[in-house]
């Protein structure tokens, strides 16, 4: 879903397109994977047209994703937003 979110943003010609941080902001992602993202659809155009096969996301498709990954993180089976692995020191 938020790669089919990123693409309409990577595409969008408009005047008033919000700037990446923005839009990452929007969705509840951080920047820098957008910006991963980009560089992923940039570097192979097949994984593009297939996000684009899917057609325009929609707000209620964005809704289900949203409380589909809450309950996932409740459940223990993500990390918290924000949250990182920590590394060890040798």
């Known amino acids: ?5 990123v693409l309409v943003w990577l595409t969008c010609r408009d005047a008033s397109r919000p700037s990446g941080r923005n839009w990452a902001k ?15 659809f940039r570097r192979d155009p097949s994984k593009l047209r297939r996000i684009e096969a899917y057609g325009y996301p929609t707000l209620e498709q964005l809704s289900r994703a ?3 990954t809450r309950r996932m993180r409740v459940r223990g089976e993500l990390r ?6 920590s590394r060890s020191k040798s």
Do not use: F
Request: with cysteine; glycine share 6%.
């Open 66 to 68: 949203q409380e589909h």
């Open 26 to 40: 929007q969705l509840g992602i951080s920047h820098c994977w957008l910006q991963k993202l980009v560089r992923e």
């Open 80 to 85: 918290a937003y924000g949250e990182r692995k």
């Open 1 to 5: 879903m938020i790669r089919r979110y």
